[in-house]
């Protein structure tokens, strides 16, 4: 196969990425696990993992049977979760492979407890998002009854907001801890361990926290970025004073302009949003976005970067707290968006 070098890449910092899994372990005043879904966070799933599990981290969590299967084998000591539960079609995965499903319902419940052979799994308890999980009445009537819970879970549906929501999750959750046994019990996911102690029960599920996201303000200057998205330039031009950039013509030269054109737009998540607040920088240099965003295409204002050139690379502007805020999108979009034609690489 020829070897062809993408013009996109994603430079991923594991310095980072473990720094921040033990600011999580140690301000949730419990053992962090790891949400791993959506590929970790669009990092790498198996990547993150791999790293993680280097550190210490046992337990993590995807979303689904497909993202379970494309971990094995797991690293030695490690435990991996369903989210989703198990469907019908999803029995012949969860006998074979080495991970336990997350149970979401009674009629989960019912399967497994008549198909599971007797192996433990997980539970979800809905404490007030009604979006996943065993209702708290429906457990506390029996319908856990006769199966084996290794982590009984539930998850906080406004904790990376002030909402009185969040304090009757935690009452309701340590209410059913005490009615239904389990070997372990996990409510916090990263905005919930920014609360404190009182949350992190035996285990914390983290998220965006570990991938550079900041939650909530008590986690400013103790998270790390992880992610830095980086495009190559494909072509320097010079844009005559008065002539326009792009789409639409929405940027106008206002003098004689270097202008970098780089490998990169809406179709690798890099969406429309960005134009007028975006930019990036090359050797420390400021490069503003100009122009809309065109689906593999950007341009940038070059002018205070005197030396770029065709094949230099720019790393883009994208703290994921500052970016969310001048785009609209959430933390969690800016991540999960970018697309597979990163080339990923860890430092």
Same mark, same amino acid.
């Given at each position: 196969?020829? +070897?062809?070098?993408?013009? *996109? =890449?994603?430079?991923? +910092?594991s310095a980072a990425l473990l720094h921040n899994w033990r600011w999580l372990a140690k301000a949730g005043g419990a053992e962090a696990g790891a949400a791993i879904k959506a590929d970790g966070y669009g990092l790498g799933a198996r990547e993150v993992m791999s790293h993680l599990a280097d550190a210490g981290c046992r337990f993590f969590f995807v979303a689904n049977w497909v993202e379970a299967a494309a971990l094995m084998p797991l690293p030695a000591g490690v435990s991996l979760s369903v989210l989703h539960g198990v469907g019908d079609a999803d029995m012949i995965a969860a006998r074979t492979l080495p991970v336990?499903? $997350? *149970?979401?319902? $009674?009629? &989960? $419940?019912?399967r497994w407890r008549a198909a599971g052979e007797g192996r433990a799994c997980d539970v979800m308890i809905d404490t007030g998002m009604n979006r996943l999980g065993v209702r708290v009445e429906e457990a506390r009537g029996g319908a856990l009854n006769g199966i084996m819970v290794e982590t009984l879970l539930s998850h906080l549906a406004s904790a990376d907001e002030d909402s009185p929501q969040t304090e009757r999750q935690l009452e309701a959750f340590a209410a059913i801890r005490d009615a239904i046994p389990a =070997? =372990?019990?996990?409510?916090?996911n990263s905005?919930?361990?920014?609360?404190?102690? +009182? @949350?992190?029960? +035996?285990?914390?599920?983290?998220? *965006?926290?570990?991938?550079g996201g900041v939650p909530r303000a008590e986690a400013e200057g103790h998270i790390r970025q992880v992610a830095s998205p980086e495009a190559r330039v494909l072509q320097m031009r010079v844009v005559p004073a008065g002539e326009t950039v792009g789409y639409g013509a929405t940027w106008t030269a206002p003098r004689d302009c270097p202008v970098a054109v780089a490998n990169m737009g809406y179709a690798d998540g890099y969406l429309r949003c960005h134009a007028g607040a975006g930019?990036?920088?090359? &050797?420390?240099?400021?490069?503003?976005?100009?122009g809309r965003v065109s689906m593999d295409l950007i341009a940038f204002d070059a002018s205070g970067a005197p030396g770029l050139a065709?094949?230099?690379?720019?790393?883009?502007d994208y703290d994921l707290p500052t970016t969310a805020a001048r785009s609209g999108l959430s &933390? @969690?979009? *800016?991540?999960?968006?970018?697309?597979?034609?990163?080339? =990923?690489?860890?430092?």
């Open positions: 196969m020829i +070897d062809i070098a993408s013009p *996109l =890449r994603l430079r991923l +910092d336990r499903p $997350v *149970l979401i319902s $009674v009629e &989960q $419940v019912a =070997r =372990r019990y996990s409510l916090a905005a919930g361990i920014c609360l404190g102690s +009182d @949350y992190g029960f +035996d285990l914390t599920r983290p998220g *965006l926290a570990l991938y930019g990036a920088r090359w &050797q420390g240099h400021a490069l503003p976005l100009i065709e094949g230099d690379w720019l790393t883009l &933390q @969690y979009e *800016l991540l999960t968006g970018l697309g597979s034609r990163f080339e =990923r690489y860890w430092t």
